[in-house]
């Protein structure tokens, strides 16, 4: 019999944590395996040797119930870009010598596209050694930009709280009888699904956000101010809803950027929101102001969606199925069966044909001008966004699932 380690990698969301439970439930349930461990922050915690034992913490079906509602990341994270084979093993040696020295028949990495990279390569250097260890990928991303599956966990939460936000911002701004334009920046480099989410906050009597940008149109200025000053000419107050990552026709971010990028290449972006307040304050004369949702729109668990935990806990479970019947260099996936009724079908498919790709929003879903995105893409949100789970509060505050062990 042998045990099984799972670890979590990049970004937050409301959802990560209910993928670990459903690993975890996974592994208890299944003959096949014995101990489950959890490395702490990521596979740095497999190469420096810190991991728990979670195998009677989470015996107790409260806590694996606490842990599906909890925030963020249980077992920390980490953003650690591991050498390609030919740079260097000796983090590849490092991590099979663990797994070795452990018993460790399955590693589960929780994670998204930088984190699919890693279960890539460590899926190329099990084959390279002939090792039996069975490497599975589990999903996440706020972004929704994973290839093949049709959404991430993780997703369905954020858009929840995006909409949620634009829908209480439309609330303020509207209580004034004043001219005014209100920018709303939402994370997403290159792919614009969540701030395209933001559509859902537009109901009978609610118009905003008023004017949508993805990164998947190029951006022109010119063009954006005759958006704004059109749509000021139709109402008090305009809320305009813009990814992160918007950028001109040459591929050139909007936001002010150092030039710098992270572990994995990714440009350092800074303030496409302030940006644009600042544009539009130096050629319209009306009140603006910029809003970053920033962290707050990750993992809000207080306003998460019981679709995307449920379907995030159902993900973790089939990931260890997959790896309990001998396959190895998946990434556990998701297929939409049908909208209405909505259903859905657990897959895979490998993490190779996954990994640094880019799921763009299609240009079906995004309207012919580029300001706005088209109608069709409701039936494709809504269901995401479905239910609330059963938080439980103590003087007024979310009960979660201690993390002494990551400070």
Known sequence: MKNCIV??????????NASLAGVI??????????????????????????FLDLTETFQDSGNLELLKVSPA??????????PKLEEGMGDYQKIFAFFEKMEIGAFFYIGGNDSMDTVDKLSAYAEKIKSPVRIIGIPKTID??????????????????????????????????LKSVTVVEIMGRDAGWLTAASVLARNGYCPAPHLIYLPESAF????????????LGQYNNVIVAVSEGIRDKDGKYISASSGAVDNFGHSQLSGAGKTLEYLIQGRLDVKVRSIELNVLQRCSSHIASLTDLE??????????????????????????????????????????????????????????EGND??????????????????????????CYLPVRHLS
Request: hydrophobic residues 35%.
């Open 373 to 398: 995105v088209a109608e069709g893409i409701l039936a494709y949100l809504r269901p995401l966004v479905q239910g609330e789970p059963k938080i439980r509060f103590e003087q007024g505050v979310p």
């Open 144 to 177: 929704n930009d994973l290839c093949v599956t049709d959404h991430t966990p993780g997703f369905g939460s954020a858009a929840k709280y995006v909409a949620a936000s634009l829908l209480e911002i439309y609330h303020d701004t509207v209580i004034y009888n």
């Open 25 to 50: 439930k996974g592994v208890l349930d299944q003959e096949k395996y014995g101990k489950i461990y959890g490395s702490l922050n990521g596979i740095t915690g497999i190469l420096e040797g810190r």
């Open 73 to 82: 990341m249980y077992l920390g994270s980490c953003r650690y870009k591991l």
């Open 311 to 368: 379907e995030s806990f159902c993900q973790g479970q089939h990931g260890v199925a997959l790896a309990a019947e001998g396959n190895t260099g998946l990434m556990v996936t998701i297929q939409r069966v049908s909208d209405e009724p909505y259903q859905v079908a657990y897959g895979s498919a490998p993490v190779c044909e996954i990994a640094n790709g880019v799921k763009e929003v299609p240009a079906e879903f995004i309207s012919p």
């Open 220 to 231: 022109d200025t010119e063009a954006f101010l005759k958006d704004v000053e059109g749509m």
């Open 7 to 16: 670890a979590q990698s990049g970004g937050p969301t409301a959802a990560i």
